[in-house]
């Protein structure tokens, strides 16, 4: 895939804020990568690489060493985005992604986005700025979820239980 | 299926349509407290007797607890926990401010003097003497268990707690206790027909035909008050046999006849019939008053009277009950029908704390208006839910111990 194409499908999921020049600072910036299907793009616990585009093909996210063995969480088709959170920090990878197919990468490392980042590109502060949207979004997603699971209980609260049993007698049942 | 798993049935039956939780259910069906104590004393030929005594109190959300008290040998704490909660339900159908218990000892009266049944009566309240009284739990009379009896735990109780006579109910009318108590249960079984007969249209007892199985307490006073109202009871048994006379049975002398003979069997102005056959008498009603289980999968479906009076406690099995209800045969319920006893227990228990005595007249009334008002309530429910007269009795049970257990705070 020449660079312009590669372009093009970063300019769509990576940043529509970005003009084509900015987009093709980045691309340049970025190291072309294929795997084998079956092969790992990288393990979990490995120290992050940096953000990964998904070019071509279709990967697993997987979780190992649960009660399970190993735990399928998600498939990721291209186009798309993995890794992304090694551009802010160290942390290693939380999760293992094998290649489902023959896959091709374009992969930013965090050293070519700290140089981007200290020459000052416009292009690689547009990208820090949606990664901070990205990062918003799923925490607000998290806050939904949580809320949800607080006021899931397997059983309803003895509490809760006789409040309902009241309410029955005193509505429902008054006779 | 025993007494105390058919009351469990007709709870759950009705837990289910009120479509109650698991915890909710155990909650409400587990005793309040199960009491069993080593009653041992000395037989009048020296030797040391002993025996078992048992109290199930049930449930006193709304009032003390209130329950008979049976010598017998079957007693044991799984009945007694199912006539405990029985009680409960039965109270609460007639609206009286107690709740349920129930116990006795197990015995055969008939093996012991009236010397030895006293101790062990005595004994017996010495064991649970700080269980019981009149704030708490209120012993009656039950199975083998009289008057007398009764005299006897009022008088033991008193040595130990100063006067109380309203620490049991049952007690003769010399002693505390309650004019109209003997009649009671009779008495608001009939009221308890004459409210569904009006509400449904039917007229009165006047000229209805009637089959009442049982002479004893029960059904005896309830013949009685059919007799008396212009109903014909053509039949009536008793364990001895039984009286036919499709004319109509003439009550007074049937009752003389009875006393004398000690059976109804034999009476000369009618013809020998059996306790099997009275039961699938084409008749008006049909009143089952002595034994439980009687109407059942066996013979239920000869069973031709138009509905069915249940004076005695569980006469009808489940199963009958339910292809009564799909027949449309109306059943009102033992809950209800016999409850006339325990609500004049409460006349009674009311007279003494306040130690003040009612003429007939005012108990007659207050039964009347207590039968009346429980009917009233489990009519409205039945006819707005679409449930029979025992759901409808039990719902209408739970729904006020609930609401007195949740107010109170659990």
Known sequence: ?175 | MSGFEEVNYYFRKAARVMDLSAHVERMLVTPFREVKVDLSITLDNGELGTFIGYRVQHDNSRGPMKGGLRYHPTVDMDEAQGLASLMTWKTAVVNLPFGGAKGGIAVDPKTLSPRELERLTRRFVHQIHDIIGPQRDIPAPDVNTNAQVMAWIMDEYSRMHGFSPAVVTGKPVDLFGSRGREEATGRGAVMALEEYLRDAGLGEVRGKTFAVQGFGNVGSWTSRFLHEKGGKVIAVSDVGGGALNRAGLDITRLLEHARTTRSVAGFPEAEAITNEALLLLDVDVLVPAALGGVINEDNVKEVRAGMVLEAANAPTTPKADEILHQRGVVVLPDIFVNAGGVTVSYFEWAQNIQQFTWEEERITAELARHMREAYATLSRLVRERKVSFRTAAFIVAIGRVGRATVLRGV
């Open chain 1, 1 to 175: 895939m020449t660079n312009s194409e590669a372009a093009k499908i970063v300019r769509t999921i990576l940043c529509r804020g970005l003009t084509i020049q900015q987009t093709e600072q980045i691309v340049n910036a970025m190291v072309p990568t294929t795997v084998p299907a079956g092969g790992a793009v990288f393990r979990e616990e490995d120290r992050a690489q940096g953000l990964f585009v998904l070019l071509e093909g279709s990967v697993e996210v997987v979780k190992e060493g649960g009660p399970g063995g190993v735990v399928v969480i998600a498939t990721v088709e291209a186009p798309s985005v993995l890794g992304e959170m090694s551009l802010i920090t160290d942390r290693p990878h939380s999760a293992t992604v094998r290649a489902r197919t023959n896959c091709d990468f374009r992969l930013l490392t965090r050293a070519q986005f700290d140089r981007l980042l200290q020459g000052e590109s416009l292009a690689a502060y547009k990208v820090v700025a949606t990664l901070a949207d990205v990062i918003a979004w799923r925490l607000s997603r998290m806050d939904e979820k949580f809320v949800e699971l607080s006021s899931r209980g397997e059983y309803p609260q003895p509490v809760e239980e006789l409040a309902t049993f009241k309410q029955k007698l005193f509505n429902e049942w008054n006779y």
